[in-house]
Every structure is written in structure tokens, then in C-alpha cells.
């Protein structure tokens, strides 16, 4: 009988050894548990992992995140098996907006282009002309000629974006996530003082009146990289906690401060090591989708993946 892994160390080894006999491909989020980000093969913000995704040769992925990100996934790859080690994992921003909200929108502003924030389900990105992420919205936007732009559902990324294109009017929806619309100009002030010498970086889904008084704005995978390539040596982050960790693991000569406690995505925390492992071992959580729905899903992310192109 199969020995049962009882602690971390064995069931990291099971891990791997699964993925290689059953030719899985592993992604995870940035956002996610650091020991979920060690045992993946690739981690990435929303952007990069729906190419890696899509470039994936091996006939299974087990995604790490959130259901849209696995949906996102299995969209893009419909030949292949997606799978998702916590089903309950979702989005509370992505959950916001819905495919009658966008229709609605639509038949106000009939001239307007839609722009879908990936953080969105399959049946909203098919009503949607474009998705976008938060690493790529500026770039899709301007390739777009329409004028007008109904922006979905985060309002945040949303107004975020408009203020680089004052020759456009954008048309908002009520969505946002609450993790980093929860960020207060108080919590801004409070790090500010406890850590004067430190810089700023922040997501765009955190409101204007907190972004207009930080160092960067970025995607996750762009404050890494602002991290990895500043010469300061202390940093106020304001994303998910798991950023944090990742960049003071990464470089513990620089010193990283989480901006609020409020900075904790409860479903990205959701996935444990014996998730993955299960999911490994049992094939469960398989995202499903009809061929016509990944069909009508599809063209806006591709469209998105076309205009991103250098
Ligand atoms: P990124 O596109 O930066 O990975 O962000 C995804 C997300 O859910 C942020 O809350
Ligand atoms: Fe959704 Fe916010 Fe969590 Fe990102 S941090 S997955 S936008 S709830």
C-alpha cells in the first residue's frame, strides 16, 4: 500500500513526483500561499499565467488561484484538462458583475466598446469586447478607436485607466475588490510615518485618491520587479500579503512592509499543499465548460493576448 505523506517535506515530494507521472503543469498566483508558489512550476500575475497557459504543452494544468484564472485557463486551452484544487476559490470583485449588468450598460452606451477586467466569469467575457489585466490595461485601451468605453466591473482599475485617456469617456460599474478598495488614506499615513524612508507600491485596484500618493502603480508581477530593480532598500507594499513574503524571501538585504493588515485575499489563502497534493493524486475540481461558452469567451481574451503583442 502507498505510504500517506504526514508532513510538509513528504508532501512536497509526492508533489513533484505526480506531476511528473502524470504530466501536470502546476501554475500558481502570486497571491497564493509561498508554499503553494514553491511546489508550481511557474508563478505569475493574471497576464502571465493565462500565456503560460496558453503556451502549456502538458495535457494537464492544475491552476493555483482563482476559479476565473482556472476558467481563464481552460478557455484558452479547451483541448486540455484544467483543474482546480479549491473550487470554493473565487473572486469577490469577479462575482460582482454580471453578463446583464455589461448588456445593460450596452444598451445606455451603444457606441461604447467594452473592456472586461479578467477578474470576470467566462459568461461576462463573453458579453465584453476585450479583457484586460491590470499589467496590460493601458496598452489595450489605446489600441481600441471607440471613443467611448464601458469599463467592467472594477471601478478602481477602471478610473486608473481613464486618466490616460482624457479623449475617451469611460462609463464605470459599481465593482471593486474589497481587498484593496478597503485601503484607507489613514493606513497610507500611519506607514508613511512608521517607515519614512520607504517607498510606495501599490495596485491599481486600490482607490485614486491612495494611488495619487504612491511611488508605483503596478500589476503584481510589476512590483516585483519595481522591488527586484530599485535601488532603494525599503518598500511599503500595498497588494496581498503573499507579496511580502515572496519579496522578503527573495531579497532580505531590503526591508518590505506590508501597508494594512486588510491586505489578505482570503480565497487566494484557500489552497493548501494537501489540496494540491489531492488534486494531483485524484484528478477532482475539473473546470468544465460547453463548447460554446469557451467559443464566445474566447474572442475577448485572445483579442486581449493579439493587442498585448509588442
Ligand atoms: P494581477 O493581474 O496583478 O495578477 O492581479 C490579480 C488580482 O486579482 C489582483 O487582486
Ligand atoms: Fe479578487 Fe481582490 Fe482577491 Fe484579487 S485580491 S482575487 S481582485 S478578491
Not at 93 to 115: F, G, R, S
Not at 141 to 152: A, G
Not at 205 to 234: F, H, P, Q, V
Amino acid at each position: 500500500m502507498n505510504k500517506i505523506p504526514t508532513n510538509d517535506a513528504e508532501i512536497i515530494q509526492k508533489i513533484s513526483e505526480l506531476k511528473e507521472e502524470k504530466g501536470a503543469l502546476v501554475l500558481a498566483h502570486y497571491y497564493e500561499n509561498l508554499d503553494i508558489q514553491h511546489a508550481a512550476d511557474f508563478c505569475g500575475d493574471s497576464f502571465e499565467l493565462a500565456k503560460r497557459a496558453r503556451e502549456s504543452r502538458k495535457q494537464i494544468i492544475v491552476f493555483c488561484g482563482v476559479s476565473f484564472m482556472a476558467e481563464s485557463a481552460k478557455i484558452m486551452n479547451p483541448e486540455k484538462r484544467v483543474f482546480i484544487p479549491r473550487a470554493d476559490a473565487g473572486c469577490q470583485m469577479a462575482d460582482m458583475v454580471t453578463p446583464e449588468i455589461v448588456l445593460e450598460m450596452k444598451k445606455q452606451h451603444p457606441n461604447a466598446a467594452v473592456v472586461c477586467y479578467i477578474n470576470s466569469s467566462a459568461a461576462t467575457k463573453a458579453v465584453s469586447d476585450i479583457c484586460v489585466t491590470s499589467s496590460n490595461a493601458l496598452k489595450i485601451i489605446s489600441t481600441l478607436k471607440e471613443k467611448e468605453i464601458i469599463f467592467v466591473p472594477d471601478k478602481n482599475l477602471g478610473s486608473f485607466a481613464a486618466k490616460h485617456f482624457p479623449d475617451k469617456t469611460f462609463h464605470f460599474m459599481q465593482g471593486w475588490c474589497p481587498v484593496h478598495n478597503d485601503l484607507t488614506g489613514e493606513d497610507l499615513r500611519r506607514a508613511k510615518a512608521e517607515y519614512p524612508n520607504a517607498v510606495v507600491a501599490i495596485h491599481p485596484e486600490a482607490k485614486a485618491k491612495i494611488l495619487a500618493e504612491c511611488d508605483y502603480i503596478g500589476s503584481t508581477s510589476g512590483i516585483l520587479d519595481y522591488c527586484r530593480m530599485s535601488d532603494k532598500n525599503e518598500f511599503i507594499i500595498a497588494t496581498e500579503r503573499a507579496i511580502v513574503e515572496r519579496l522578503s524571501e527573495e531579497m532580505p538585504s531590503k526591508k518590505f512592509h506590508l501597508m494594512s493588515p486588510c491586505l489578505t485575499c482570503p480565497d487566494m489563502k484557500k489552497t493548501t499543499l494537501s489540496d494540491l497534493l489531492y488534486c494531483l493524486e485524484n484528478l477532482n475540481n475539473e473546470v468544465f465548460m460547453t463548447p460554446d461558452k469557451i467559443c464566445a469567451a474566447k474572442q475577448p481574451l485572445e483579442r486581449m493576448l493579439e493587442a498585448a503583442k509588442d
